[in-house]
């Protein structure tokens, strides 16, 4: 079968709106560089969402978990293989993502006889500084987007955009507290933005008001009557020899219980 530029365009269009649908219902997911390494945030309802890649490198994403597995897989092979032919400090979240992620990515989003990878992924890679700290967006179609004091993947763009706005202001010099706190502000954000949008289009989606921490508030008790917080950070200064570690749930609470009262 000879396939036209038309026909492969409107088979594009096709797989982008089914990946979109699938999308939709994932739970966002944020990452912050803060004063002592870099969080990240999500609430999971089943299996866990954020993992360490390599001493420096965690990952998270939304979508299918076989193809968030199969990410993860890979990138660990990538970074341990980098790390073993050249060395530790050669493996970064720039070559795990722009020449190892990005290209299979891409050829399988175009490729109509091969299936789409249904996933939107976030790495964190920590400096030896806080201004070293690295972020970086990895979409199904193999695009990605660079950024350094915060990055977010949620159900839609729009979403992401509403969540990215509540944000701003966010740097390298916040305290981990505060950047959890924002985390949970910014992922009750996504999750009411998708809410809202229904199957509206991305320009006529209604915008969510980020001053009005009771609605938000209301959003995040509510997801976690079924949910489970699920936050890590990479920490700069620690001495243990893994810098990767999950956040407790006494560390967490207090923060919780805040956020809930609205204070």
């Known amino acids: 079968m000879i396939y036209s530029p038309y026909d492969w365009n409107e088979a594009i269009g096709h ?90 990515l891409k050829k399988a989003f175009g490729d109509q006889f091969t299936a789409p990878f249904v996933v939107r992924a976030i790495f964190a890679e920590m400096g030896r500084r806080k201004e070293e700290d690295s972020l970086y967006v990895l979409n199904y179609d193999g695009e990605f987007t660079e950024a350094t004091s915060f990055a977010v993947v949620g159900g839609t763009l729009n979403a992401e955009d509403q969540m990215a706005l509540s944000l701003i202001g966010v740097n390298s010099d916040i305290e981990r507290d505060q950047a959890i706190s924002r985390a949970f502000k910014a992922w009750s954000t996504g999750v009411l933005a998708v809410r809202k949008s229904g199957s509206q289009d ?62």
Do not use: C, W
């Open 15 to 104: 797989r982008k709106e089914y990946i979109e649908t699938r999308l939709r219902e994932g739970s966002p997911v944020i990452a912050i560089s803060y004063q002592d390494g870099v969080l990240m945030v999500t609430i999971r309802r089943a299996q866990r969402k954020v993992f360490e890649i390599y001493d420096r490198i965690m990952f998270s994403g939304i979508g299918n978990q076989a193809d968030i597995e199969t990410l993860r897989i890979s990138s660990i092979d990538f970074a341990h293989q980098e790390g073993f032919n050249r060395s530790p400090d050669d493996v970064s979240v720039h070559r795990l993502v722009g020449f190892s992620l990005s290209p299979p």
């Open 202 to 263: 991305h320009e006529e989606s209604e915008i969510v008001n980020t001053e009005n921490d009771e609605e938000l508030n209301r959003v995040l008790e509510q997801e976690l009557k079924t949910g489970v917080v699920e936050a890590a950070v990479l920490e700069r200064s620690t001495l243990r020899e893994s810098k990767f570690r999950h956040l407790t749930e006494k560390e967490l609470e207090p923060i919780l219980s805040a956020y809930r009262s609205g204070t």
